[in-house]
């Protein structure tokens, strides 16, 4: 029963992230009192409840302050704080910064970040980090709608699955993507937690005049996970909050690269990521 409600928790929160509920709304929809939940909570996953929900709430700010146009005001009311002085303060309690120094910041601080223990998968990823010489690649670009949110309203994952598809399935062994990602200009998109994707799907090559793009050297994060398309969006969102946070690394905000595996039999189904994030 404990893993359950702990679970439950968990569904809650992301559920709740911008409804203001509070933990006293959490035990009223479970039917245990507070006291038990923190218990049971904390001695799960050593965090209680409260500061669960609160931490979940301020990155949920981080990512619309990184990832989004909306003003200040619009994420303060989003995430139901009473006025701007209020949100300013809790969020300069979670990560330092005030919301605006947050955004501004050339580089991206995902070190203060609670990833969602909802979508946490125990996969060994392996990380590390290395360096990167300069390299040509030669493929298609993609134009593509991708989310920050945890949905599947977006078409640059059904872009990756295809084509990594097809050209594992044609014998490539090796193939690689360039993507980076951009704040789209429409305010409605913003408000749909939607991104604008350029990505593009090849092979590593010498010659730089038969390539289609340079993939820049320099520092990266690396990591590796394997997982059946089905969990790969889930698995790369969660993924990227989780390996920034837990080692204090900072988002350069520069093109990632994506080195993917497979075989022809079974590529329609599983695939495995070696993932490259630029870090400072």
Same mark, same amino acid.
């Given at each position: 029963?404990?893993?359950?409600?702990?679970?439950?928790?968990?569904?809650? !929160?992301?559920?709740?992230?911008?409804? &203001?509920? $509070?933990?006293?709304?959490?035990?009223?929809?479970?039917?245990?009192?507070?006291?038990?939940?923190?218990?049971?909570?904390?001695?799960?996953? &050593?965090?209680? *409840?409260?500061?669960?929900?609160?931490?979940?709430?301020?990155?949920?700010?981080?990512?619309?302050?990184?990832?989004?146009?909306?003003?200040?005001? @619009? +994420?303060?009311?989003?995430? $139901?704080?009473?006025?701007?002085?209020?949100?300013?303060?809790?969020?300069?309690?979670?990560?330092?910064?005030? *919301?605006?120094?947050?955004?501004?910041?050339?580089?991206?601080?995902?070190?203060? =970040?609670?990833?969602?223990?909802?979508?946490?998968? %125990?996969?060994?990823?392996?990380?590390?980090?290395?360096?990167?010489? %300069?390299?040509?690649?030669?493929?298609? #670009?993609?134009?593509?709608?991708?989310?920050?949110?945890?949905?599947?309203?977006?078409?640059?994952?059904?872009?990756?699955? @295809?084509?990594?598809?097809?050209? +594992?399935?044609?014998?490539?062994?090796?193939?690689?993507?360039?993507?980076?990602?951009?704040? *789209?200009?429409?305010? =409605?998109?913003?408000?749909?937690?939607?991104?604008?994707?350029?990505? #593009?799907?090849?092979?590593? +090559? %010498?010659?730089? @005049?038969?390539?289609?793009?340079? =993939? *820049? &050297?320099?520092?990266?994060?690396?990591?590796?996970?394997?997982?059946?398309? %089905?969990?790969?969006?889930?698995?790369?969102?969660?993924?990227? +909050?989780?390996? =920034?946070?837990?080692?204090?690394?900072?988002?350069?905000?520069?093109?990632?690269? !994506?080195?993917?595996?497979?075989?022809?039999?079974?590529?329609?189904?599983?695939?495995?990521? @070696?993932?490259?994030?630029?870090?400072?």
């Amino acid at each position: 029963m404990r893993q359950v409600v702990c679970k439950h928790i968990l569904f809650w !929160v992301e559920e709740n992230l911008y409804t &203001g509920k $509070n933990i006293a709304d959490l035990a009223l929809s479970c039917g245990y009192t507070r006291r038990t939940l923190e218990l049971w909570f904390s001695g799960t996953y &050593g965090i209680s *409840p409260g500061q669960y929900l609160f931490k979940r709430r301020m990155t949920r700010a981080a990512v619309l302050l990184r990832l989004s146009s909306l003003s200040v005001t @619009e +994420i303060s009311t989003l995430l $139901n704080h009473s006025n701007n002085q209020n949100f300013a303060r809790a969020f300069k309690r979670f990560a330092g910064k005030s *919301p605006t120094e947050y955004r501004n910041s050339k580089e991206w601080d995902l070190s203060v =970040m609670q990833a969602s223990l909802y979508y946490k998968v %125990d996969i060994d990823t392996n990380i590390t980090l290395c360096s990167l010489p %300069d390299r040509y690649l030669k493929g298609d #670009t993609y134009l593509c709608h991708d989310s920050y949110l945890y949905n599947e309203k977006n078409t640059l994952t059904q872009q990756i699955k @295809e084509g990594v598809i097809r050209l +594992i399935t044609n014998g490539v062994k090796d193939v690689y993507l360039k993507g980076v990602t951009s704040i *789209p200009d429409s305010l =409605m998109k913003n408000r749909e937690g939607r991104l604008d994707a350029k990505i #593009t799907l090849g092979e590593i +090559i %010498d010659d730089e @005049e038969q390539s289609t793009t340079l =993939m *820049p &050297g320099g520092k990266f994060c690396r990591y590796f996970f394997q997982c059946c398309w %089905d969990e790969y969006y889930y698995n790369t969102n969660h993924f990227f +909050i989780q390996m =920034m946070s837990e080692n204090n690394f900072r988002f350069t905000g520069k093109e990632c690269y !994506v080195h993917y595996t497979g075989h022809k039999e079974t590529i329609g189904h599983e695939v495995s990521c @070696e993932v490259f994030v630029p870090v400072k």
